[in-house]
């Protein structure tokens, strides 16, 4: 996550609004995106899967965008924006950011290779999505 945030005070209406990571953040806090466990299983399934085609096509700085549906209580998910492949000229950006020769020494570069994106985008992922246990889960035996 690179510090993105929509100031929703300026947008649009609410319906229209499109947010960014953080604002994913800051509203899980009121209001957490929480899944039944086969339900997150299957979506960590899927992102899993595609993440790794993406990498193995070493393609990165790819999205999730997600949509709920409050009064049905739906959820609706896909990866998008998976266009920028990592060419050599991302390489040497990531290079030169990580060596720290222009500033920043001590970040994260935003630019990384296809196996570290897929990596810290299933560990956001997996942040994002909180499960709530059912009576399958097995607790309170």
């Keep these: 996550m690179r510090n993105r945030l929509v100031n929703t005070?300026?947008?649009?209406?609410?319906?229209?609004?499109?947010?960014?990571?953080?604002?994913?953040?800051?509203?899980?806090?009121?209001?957490?995106?929480?899944?039944?466990?086969?339900?997150?299983?299957?979506?960590?399934?899927?992102?899993?899967?595609?993440?790794?085609?993406?990498?193995?096509?070493?393609?990165?700085?790819?999205?999730?965008?997600v949509g709920v549906d409050e009064t049905t209580q739906e959820m609706v998910v896909g990866i998008i924006d998976y266009i920028r492949t990592f060419t050599w000229d991302k390489k040497l950006e990531m290079v030169v950011k990580a060596s720290g020769i222009l500033g920043g020494q001590g970040k994260m570069p935003t630019?990384?290779?296809?196996q570290l994106y897929k990596s810290r985008f299933l560990e956001a992922m997996d942040r994002y999505f909180l499960h709530v246990p059912d009576h399958w889960t097995g607790l309170g035996q």
Excluded: G
């Excluded at 509203?27 to 960590?44: A, D, F, I, Q, W």
């Excluded at 630019?111 to 296809?114: A, E, Q, R």
């Design 111 to 114: 630019v990384v290779s296809p």
């Design 9 to 65: 005070a300026t947008k649009r209406a609410e319906e229209e609004l499109v947010l960014l990571d953080e604002n994913l953040l800051k509203s899980s806090v009121e209001s957490p995106l929480y899944l039944r466990p086969h339900s997150k299983y299957v979506l960590k399934s899927a992102i899993t899967s595609d993440s790794t085609f993406l990498s193995s096509n070493l393609v990165m700085d790819y999205s999730l965008l």
